[in-house]
């Protein structure tokens, strides 16, 4: 073997010893870890509404974001407002079948802290919208006015394909009055057809009986339209009677302007 032989076998082998050198090395720094498992659970509905009859799913939020390892059970406090159905991916199928207000709750059986709960509350028919019966005022018109194809009564007309576009400057405020008191439970937005910027944020809720003293009924933060002319609807509690009702918006998304499509407002029916 002349001494190019020699060398090239040396490099070789210094290069095979290199490898299983590695190789010994990361398999000693392996290290098997635990699968992830749940620490927390949550419900992200405060409150539920249901007409009794109807059926919905349910899904509860686990924290971390991951596929639940752990088995969970659902229940309700009381049984007679609702039936419940468990699903194979630890959804529940809540089926109204009474009328009133309980609790569902989800809990870890290997865990009661891992747990959370929701309101329930069933009632006997639809929600009657009243939305037709009121006036409508604002404090930041349109630009080609009250009457104009994007005037504040468009917000209130029941139609989706139009819209009510106003310059957005605080303060910023709607108001709707009655003839008389009424008692509003849940109320429905509906974004416009374009510009996410003009989309409410934040706002409040206030009722009165004068048109000057206000109460806070409902508020809300951060919330967001995940599309063009989506409907979404809130639910707040409230058994007094007012004849006004005002929507003020505390923040847009950051546009110049302020639009919506559609304010609707709804009562329980009686009993």
Do not use: H
Not at 6 to 25: Q, T
Not at 35 to 55: C, F, K, Q, R, W
Not at 194 to 208: H, K, M, T, V
Request: charged fraction near 25%; include cysteine.
């Amino acid at each position: 073997m002349n001494i190019m032989e020699i060398r090239k076998f040396l490099n070789i082998k210094a290069l095979v010893l290199a490898v299983v050198i590695i190789s010994l090395v990361a398999c000693e720094g392996r290290r098997d870890f635990a699968p992830l498992t749940e620490s927390g659970v949550a419900i992200d509905n405060d409150v539920i509404l249901l007409v009794s009859g109807e059926t919905i799913e349910v899904s509860a939020r686990f924290i971390p974001n991951i596929y639940p390892v752990r088995d969970y059970l659902w229940e309700v406090e009381d049984p007679s407002v609702a039936d419940l159905q468990m699903n194979d991916d630890k959804s529940v199928s809540v089926t109204a079948t009474g009328s009133g207000e309980t609790v569902l709750k989800i809990t870890s059986q290997d865990s009661d802290e891992i747990t959370a709960q929701s309101r329930l509350k069933v009632i006997s028919a639809a929600p009657i919208d009243i939305t037709s019966q009121a006036a409508i005022a604002v404090n930041r018109e349109n630009s080609n006015g009250r009457e104009g194809a994007e005037g504040s009564p468009k917000l209130i007309d029941g139609d989706l394909s139009t819209k009510y576009l106003s310059p957005y400057l605080q303060p910023f405020y709607v108001t709707l009055q009655f003839n008389e008191a009424k008692i509003i439970n849940i109320y429905q937005f509906t974004s416009g057809n374009d510009a996410p910027g003009r989309d409410p944020l934040n706002w409040q809720i206030l009722g009165s009986n004068d048109g000057e003293n206000w109460d806070v009924l409902d508020e809300r933060s951060g919330e967001t339209f995940s599309s063009r002319g989506q409907t979404r609807e809130f639910y707040f509690d409230n058994d007094a009677s007012y004849t006004y009702y005002r929507l003020d918006v505390i923040n847009n998304n950051g546009d110049g302007l302020f639009q919506m499509s559609e304010w609707s407002v709804y009562t329980f029916p009686e009993d």
